[in-house]
T-cell receptor, first 114, second 114 residues
């Protein structure tokens, strides 16, 4: 069982609200990732971080932003939620060892914007 | 274009039966191939990871095969259980974990009936 946590697990919010999805890991991993997944579709990388104060945009364009002030914490923020942001958001982390391929996923946050 | 295609899209089997899920990929260069199990509303959990030199790997009742020449992989589930009901996702990486990008398939939705 991976030690990576996401809160909230479910969120229903109105259009225009600011939201922050929390992600924390206790494994000391330097690398962390945010994915977006719609039902029946593949995961798309929207943000990643190689360590503290490092953040990069992923393959899928997203209006969300992220920050990495502490190794264990990688929150994702939407300044103004829209119905198009309705999706499942998955956080993941991996360690920095060469030839280490494992990514550990959190349980996800199911976001619904009304 | 790097892609990962999985088949079938969905599968229903009876408890105790075996099944095989397929994954074809065009990702190049190739580093490793992973199979994940994703329960509904949860994050993916790793089942197996195979590098170029490995052509089979087992994890309990799960056995993955890899043919790097034909760029095909399969996941065989033996003596299925109700708890095997989930989406099984094939993921291919084009380099090592420190730099590699992950290409996700859309998954095969497996349902095991009693």
């Amino acid at each position: 069982e991976a030690d990576i946590y996401q809160t909230p697990r479910y969120l229903v919010i109105g259009t225009g609200k600011k939201i922050t999805l929390e992600c924390s890991q206790t494994m000391g991993h330097d690398k962390m990732y945010w994915y977006q997944q719609d039902p029946g579709m593949e995961l798309h990388l929207i943000h990643y971080s190689y360590g503290v104060n490092s953040t990069e945009k992923g393959d899928l364009s997203s209006e969300s932003t992220v920050s990495r002030i502490r190794t264990e914490h990688f929150p994702l923020t939407l300044e103004s939620a829209r119905p198009s942001h309705t999706s499942q958001y998955l956080c993941a982390s991996s360690d920095d060892r060469e030839n280490s391929y494992e990514q550990y996923f959190g349980p996800g946050t199911r976001l619904t914007v009304t | 274009k790097n892609q990962v295609e999985q088949s079938p899209q969905s599968l229903i089997i009876l408890e105790g039966k075996n099944c095989t899920l397929q994954c074809n990929y065009t990702v190049s260069p190739f580093s490793n191939l992973r199979w994940y199990k994703q329960d509904t509303g949860r994050g993916p959990v790793s089942l197996t990871i195979m590098t170029f030199s490995e052509n089979t790997k087992s994890n309990g009742r799960y056995t993955a095969t890899l043919d790097a020449d034909t760029k095909q992989s399969s996941l065989h589930i033996t003596a299925s259980q109700l708890s095997d009901s989930a989406s099984y996702i094939c993921v291919v990486s084009d380099r090592g974990s420190t730099l590699g990008r992950l290409y996700f398939g859309r998954g095969t939705q497996l349902t095991v009936w009693p």
